[in-house]
Every structure is written in structure tokens, then in C-alpha cells.
């Protein structure tokens, strides 16, 4: 710890959604935040919102050189945690998305990741203590149609952030995972974009499948009910960066709850005819 007590903590993707209100809730709270974006813009915004920002863009290994730096400058050398949390989704069948953009979502979602958790983990190792926490989601246990790009990101991030929580055993640095349902965000906005401008629905075996899922985004009928805000996120980040116990993982909501319980009570023949279901 700090001699004044204050904790710092380096989050990503902060520009919008569960990034953005943790960071702000963490200051709040007392800790020293490192609120970091892709876009400069952004940055500029959350420090007009009296957050202390600058960029990191996972895609780019001298942003992320510099922001931890930047950070370690800031606070003597010292950080207390990492929240890895910046990610987006590409969605398309195999068939239809290309390899280049799975390449680059990995940049994104795992490799800049594991990039920025190396570089800190020398300060944390030489304090003595640290927290990283990584946001998956519940589709780093379950797949999905028309997903597999996200899925396979947060298949990895899992498997890794296990190996590092071994690797890290009584070194007092603790890694963590949240596992997110569906949380309200402009992630499926920005994935909807994304889907359009790439896929070719006309040319694609799919294309009955993407159509009447088109449809019914642009009737507005993709709400749910079991949808909650980035509080409750919140909620599970604080247990995780300060409690004396964390835990390996945090699953939230219902539909992550219940899909760990089905995923373990069922047959993989069982459990694809649920998912299948939901067409």
C-alpha cells in the first residue's frame, strides 16, 4: 500500500460502458485511477469529467509501453491493480469472417492484453502485492452462433488468466476473472456496425439466419429483460480489488449463473440443442 493509502488501479477501454462508470465509482471510492481509451478524444472527455486519462490502444505495443510508464511515473513506481477490460465483438459465421479480422480482434481482445499485464507485473512482483482482473464474459464458457471471433477471444483469455493465477501463487499478486451476461453498453451497436460493413449477408450460406436477426435489431426487439447496468459489474470489481480473499471467478447475472450450471449439468448434445434453441 501507499504511505497515504491510496490504491491505484490502470483500467482499460474506459471511453463508454462498464470501463467508464468503474471508473468513475473507483475514484469515488478513493482509489487513484488511470482511466485509459483508444481514441485521444475520449481521453480528453474523461479528463473534462475530472478523470485522470490517456491513451492505450491495445493494437499498439508503444501506447501501452508509454501508459504504463505513464502510470508507474504518477505513482512512484507503484501499481495495485489492473483492470483489463477494454474488448469488442465482430460477429459473422466462420465462413463468412474474414482471417484478417479475427488477427486484429485478437490484437485487441488478448493479445494487448497480455501484453500490458506483463508490463506491470515487475512493479507488482517488486511490492509485494497486486490485483489483475481480467473481464471475460459468459461466453468465455459457452459459445455462440455467429460469435465465434469474441468466443474464441474469451476462450483464451480464460485459459491464460488461469495459467498466470498458478504461475503467480504466493507471489500476492491475485488474478481474477468477471464474467459479464448482458450488460447494458454500446458494444452491440458498435458489433452491429462492424457486421455490416463486413459481412456479405446476400452471398452467405446464412443469409435467412442474418436477415431475420437484421430484422428484428432494427425493430428494436433485442432488449432483455435479464439485462443490467455496469453496476453490477462494479459491484464484483470492488470484491475482487479489495477484499483479502478474491476469488478466481465472478460470474453476473442470471444468464451467466444459469448457463456455468446447465454447461456442467448437461451433455454437449443437450446443451447445443438449448443454444440451437435460440435462433
Given at each position: 500500500?501507499?504511505?497515504?493509502?491510496?490504491?491505484?488501479?490502470?483500467?482499460?477501454?474506459?471511453?463508454?460502458?462498464?470501463?467508464?462508470?468503474?471508473?468513475?465509482?473507483?475514484?469515488?471510492?478513493?482509489?487513484?485511477?488511470?482511466?485509459?481509451?483508444?481514441?485521444?478524444?475520449?481521453?480528453?472527455?474523461?479528463?473534462?469529467?475530472?478523470?485522470?486519462?490517456?491513451?492505450?490502444?491495445?493494437?499498439?505495443?508503444?501506447?501501452?509501453?508509454?501508459?504504463?510508464?505513464?502510470?508507474?511515473?504518477?505513482?512512484?513506481?507503484?501499481?495495485?491493480?489492473?483492470?483489463?477490460?477494454?474488448?469488442?465483438?465482430?460477429?459473422?459465421?466462420?465462413?463468412?469472417?474474414?482471417?484478417?479480422?479475427?488477427?486484429?480482434?485478437?490484437?485487441?481482445n488478448f493479445l494487448g492484453?497480455?501484453?500490458?499485464?506483463?508490463?506491470?507485473?515487475?512493479?507488482?512482483?517488486?511490492?509485494?502485492?497486486?490485483?489483475?482482473?481480467?473481464?471475460?464474459?459468459?461466453?468465455?464458457?459457452?459459445?455462440?452462433?455467429?460469435?465465434?471471433?469474441?468466443?474464441?477471444?474469451?476462450h483464451a483469455l480464460e485459459?491464460?488468466?488461469?495459467?498466470?493465477?498458478?504461475?503467480?501463487?504466493?507471489?500476492?499478486?491475485?488474478?481474477?476473472?468477471?464474467?459479464?451476461?448482458?450488460?447494458?453498453?454500446?458494444?452491440?451497436?458498435?458489433?452491429?456496425?462492424?457486421?455490416?460493413?463486413?459481412?456479405?449477408?446476400?452471398?452467405?450460406?446464412?443469409?435467412?439466419?442474418?436477415?431475420?436477426?437484421?430484422?428484428?435489431?432494427?425493430?428494436?426487439?433485442?432488449?432483455?429483460?435479464?439485462?443490467?447496468?455496469?453496476?453490477?459489474?462494479?459491484?464484483?470489481?470492488v470484491h475482487a480489488l479489495?477484499?483479502?480473499?478474491?476469488?478466481?471467478?465472478?460470474?453476473?447475472?442470471?444468464?451467466?449463473?444459469?448457463?456455468?450450471?446447465?454447461?456442467?449439468?448437461?451433455?454437449?448434445?443437450?446443451?447445443?440443442?438449448?443454444?440451437?434453441?435460440?435462433?
Amino acid at each position: 500500500m501507499p504511505s497515504d493509502g491510496q490504491r491505484s488501479v490502470l483500467i482499460t477501454g474506459c471511453s463508454t460502458g462498464i470501463g467508464h462508470h468503474c471508473a468513475h465509482a473507483l475514484k469515488d471510492r478513493g482509489w487513484q485511477v488511470f482511466a485509459t481509451c483508444r481514441q485521444e478524444r475520449d481521453c480528453e472527455r474523461l479528463r473534462d469529467e475530472g478523470l485522470d486519462s490517456f491513451r492505450l490502444d491495445y493494437t499498439d505495443p508503444a501506447s501501452i509501453e508509454t501508459a504504463v510508464a505513464t502510470a508507474l511515473e504518477r505513482t512512484g513506481g507503484r501499481l495495485d491493480a489492473l483492470f483489463n477490460n477494454g474488448a469488442y465483438g465482430h460477429p459473422g459465421a466462420v465462413e463468412d469472417l474474414e482471417v484478417e479480422h479475427l488477427r486484429l480482434l485478437f490484437e485487441t481482445n488478448f493479445l494487448g492484453w497480455y501484453d500490458l499485464t506483463r508490463r506491470v507485473l515487475p512493479a507488482m512482483r517488486a511490492q509485494g502485492h497486486g490485483r489483475i482482473v481480467q473481464n471475460s464474459s459468459v461466453l468465455g464458457y459457452v459459445a455462440l452462433r455467429f460469435s465465434s471471433s469474441y468466443v474464441a477471444s474469451k476462450h483464451a483469455l480464460e485459459g491464460w488468466s488461469d495459467t498466470l493465477r498458478l504461475e503467480l501463487a504466493g507471489t500476492g499478486i491475485h488474478v481474477s476473472i468477471l464474467q459479464p451476461g448482458p450488460i447494458r453498453s454500446k458494444m452491440l451497436d458498435n458489433a452491429r456496425a462492424r457486421f455490416m460493413a463486413t459481412i456479405d449477408v446476400k452471398a452467405s450460406p446464412f443469409r435467412k439466419d442474418y436477415n431475420r436477426e437484421i430484422s428484428r435489431m432494427n425493430s428494436g426487439h433485442t432488449s432483455s429483460r435479464f439485462k443490467l447496468g455496469p453496476e453490477i459489474v462494479f459491484d464484483r470489481l470492488v470484491h475482487a480489488l479489495e477484499s483479502n480473499r478474491p476469488r478466481a471467478r465472478y460470474r453476473i447475472t442470471i444468464p451467466a449463473h444459469v448457463a456455468a450450471i446447465l454447461k456442467r449439468a448437461l451433455t454437449t448434445r443437450a446443451g447445443d440443442r438449448i443454444l440451437l434453441a435460440q435462433r
